[in-house]
């Protein structure tokens, strides 16, 4: 997609003033994607899609909650001005910073593994809980981010479920949720036939139960002839699994989604700068300053991002889009296994500008430091208004926390 507020001029006029590689990201379309999820009773932010703090803040001021997986997400959300009451914990296992946070602040823990429980009843006695079911089946754009079924870690595995409940009651937890997540980018059948699995899970835990969470997943269109994803129809069919365990505990269930991608992904632009062209046998490659310490997604699942050349057209032929690290790899034109997919681009050469689209979802959020590459800046537009939420990294902040012991 292409934010509206993200036309050609302004993203050239961004990269002069604040450099490249840059980040660009365009809150309109984030309050808009919020507000079509809104038929969730608690939209709960997926954080890791991408955690800047003004984004957390942005999404808090529309009424999100937020999940966090790790010490430093809670960190990030209680900095960001979450309350820890609307702070889900949700992991597989806690580590021992985490269990430390939580003898101190009252958060609420989605359990991914039995032996979590006695740990958390020790730091919280008598607390409630949320657990997530594996129902044995899963789905993801790619097989490295489907967390269902019995290749992935996730989850309580389904038919563990009544003596996970049997462990809770034990170490006198009180279970008042369920939780499900299949998978990153599933379909619509596979998200909907996860909600019915909780359904029939539900009788089991009987009528302490109180919210039910879809978890995230939802897809975006990354190609333009992607489908769009059916959004009402997807608020109706998990209304109706609410409806349908209401019918038997009587009383009203909490209807959650946990959406990551979704809220953030189509706000996000990487603007890059090409920096030298040159060709190779047949191949002709187009080399710019951003890699795959800034998006990593190409590389690691062959997920396909639109580039565009800023106020250039014609004349296009087929290149591929490279960046600087000493890796073969990191090429921003492959498909899964790494096969090279040519792009069709304008002539370029030095100084002109590309952008990679949809790029605000597990971009900045998993870029690294390899090859001493400093982490890019980011920018938030807002309209008329554009604003520097993270400058770029210094490169004395690649080392400061070594020791050089000459
Ligand atoms: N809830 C749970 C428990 C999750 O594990 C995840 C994602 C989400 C929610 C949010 O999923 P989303 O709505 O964003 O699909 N790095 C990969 C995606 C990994 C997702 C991991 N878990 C990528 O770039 O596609």
């Known amino acids: 997609m292409r934010p509206a507020g993200l036309d050609d001029a302004r993203l050239a006029a961004l990269a002069r003033e604040h450099g490249t590689p840059l980040y ?43 999940d966090a997986v790790s010490a430093g997400e809670i960190e990030r959300a209680l900095a960001a001005g979450f309350p820890p009451e609307r702070i889900v914990f949700t992991a597989d296992l806690f580590d021992r910073a985490v269990l430390e946070r939580l003898a101190r602040l009252p958060i609420h823990v989605n359990v991914g593994s039995r032996d979590m429980l006695a740990q958390f009843a020790a730091v919280q006695p008598g607390a409630e809980v949320t ?4 129902p044995g089946f899963g789905h993801g754009h790619h097989h490295k981010v489907t967390t269902g079924g019995s290749d ?41 036939g996860a909600g019915e699995f909780l359904v029939a899970s539900a009788r089991q835990v009987g009528d302490t139960l109180r919210t039910l969470s879809a978890g995230g997943g939802l897809p975006v269109r990354y190609r333009e002839s992607d489908e769009a994803f059916p959004i009402e129809r997807y608020v109706r069919a998990w209304r109706e699994h609410a409806r ?30 090409v920096r030298a062209t040159k060709r190779q046998g047949e191949r002709e490659f187009v080399m710019v300053d951003a890699g795959f310490h800034n998006l990593i997604r190409p590389t690691m699942y062959g997920s396909y991002h639109e580039i565009r050349a800023l106020g250039k057209r014609g004349g296009e032929r087929p290149v591929l889009v490279a960046g600087p690290l000493c890796e073969s790899s990191d090429v921003f034109t492959q498909g899964p296994g790494g096969t090279l997919e040519p792009i ?30 400093p982490l890019a800046a980011e920018v938030l537009v807002d309209g008329g208004h554009s604003y520097v939420i993270r400058r770029r990294q210094r490169f004395d902040e690649l080392f400061a926390a070594e020791r050089d012991l000459r």
Do not use: C
């Open 24 to 66: 660009v990201y365009d809150a309109p379309t984030i309050r808009a994607r919020f507000a079509a999820v809104s038929g969730f009773d608690v939209v709960r932010y997926a954080q890791k899609a991408n955690p800047n703090l003004t984004l957390l803040a942005l999404l808090r001021n529309l009424g999100a909650s937020i």
């Open 131 to 134: 657990l997530r079911v594996n």
């Open 152 to 192: 992935s870690k996730h989850g309580i595995w389904h038919d563990e479920l009544a003596a996970a409940l049997d462990d809770a009651r034990a170490v006198g937890l009180v279970v008042v949720g369920l939780h499900v997540h299949v998978g990153s980018g599933a379909s619509f059948e596979r998200l909907v």
């Open 244 to 273: 349908a365990i209401e019918a038997y505990t009587r009383r009203p269930v909490e209807l959650e989604l946990e959406p990551g991608r979704w809220l953030v992904a189509e706000s996000g632009v990487l603007v890059t700068e």
């Open 344 to 373: 069709e681009l304008p002539p370029l050469s030095p100084g002109d500008l590309l952008a990679i689209h949809d790029v605000g979802a597990y971009g900045a959020s998993m870029a690294s430091n390899y090859n001493s590459q």
